[in-house]
């Protein structure tokens, strides 16, 4: 069985202490998870990252950045370069999220740059990617995702694929407000991204890992980690209380389990 993903985004909810103490909460919870087969990530603000990762083994929950300046210095105030990140032992960087692109109004173009920038420097890239409402409305949802990708994606050499992440996350469907996309739309979606990663990587597009976030909680968890072209899932609040993301987590497993014991009996 292919590996599977679990990870949330902190967004700038959990001060230095609540996020360490977060963190120590879920690597008890999770003491029996194995990470040969399932990847467990976390996103904290960038206060918190130095002293998180001074709390935990990234062997156990791998820490990443919630965004990254696209040089690695210079005259950017206010920005955060990789090489910062090193420093404190960051590796995994999530590069267009949905609030980068549509409140800070970040482009393809630039998204792009800190792709490539993050590869340079031996990141790996959560790609995030996602149709607004208007484009779902509209129908072209699926030039929206491609036309993301493409762009975001342009210069990655086929070896690189693999510090490759994605996640796909509509618009419409992350924030209080947001509305779950059904299993079946999202599942839809994830076939037109793998689809387009072989496009753009060949052979090698088909281990980049394509996670689904967008209102995930413990009543569609369990029908999205099935769906077959869904690798993982990004989870948003109902991850934030770390006992209830173990068990969102657990659940999630043993539905995916008993799904392929149910499959490989009927062959």
Request: hydrophobic share 35%.
């Amino acid at each position: 069985m292919k590996k599977i993903y679990f990870g949330t985004n902190l967004k700038m909810y959990k001060n230095i202490q609540q996020t360490v103490d977060y963190l120590k909460t879920l690597v008890t919870e999770t003491v029996k998870l194995d990470r040969k087969e399932y990847e467990l990530f976390v996103i904290p603000s960038y206060t918190a990252l130095s002293s998180a990762a001074e709390s935990i083994s990234q062997k156990q929950v791998i820490l990443g950045a919630q965004n990254m300046a696209w040089e690695e210095e210079g005259q950017f105030t206010g920005e955060i370069s990789p090489k910062m990140l090193e420093e404190i032992g960051i590796k995994l960087v999530m590069i267009g999220h949905s609030e980068r692109r549509h409140i800070f109004h970040e482009t393809d173009d630039e998204e792009n740059k800190k792709v490539i920038c993050g590869i340079k420097n031996e990141f790996v890239v959560l790609l995030c990617i996602g149709e607004t409402d208007k484009d779902k409305m509209d129908g072209v949802s699926n030039e929206v995702l491609r036309s993301q990708l493409i762009r975001g994606l342009k210069g990655v050499k086929k070896e690189d694929a693999r510090k490759i992440w994605i996640a796909y996350e509509p618009v419409w469907a992350i924030g209080v407000n947001g509305k779950p996309a059904t299993e079946e739309y999202a599942n839809s979606k994830h076939k037109v991204i793998r689809e387009c990663l072989l496009e753009i990587f060949g052979k090698e597009g088909e281990d980049v890992p394509i996670l689904y976030g967008g209102s995930v909680n413990p009543q569609n968890a369990n029908s999205l980690i099935i769906q077959p072209y869904i690798d993982g899932l990004f989870v948003g609040r109902s991850a934030w209380n770390a006992k209830k993301f173990a068990q969102l987590i657990f659940s999630s497993i043993d539905k995916l389990e008993d799904f392929h014991s149910v499959n490989d009996e009927s062959r």
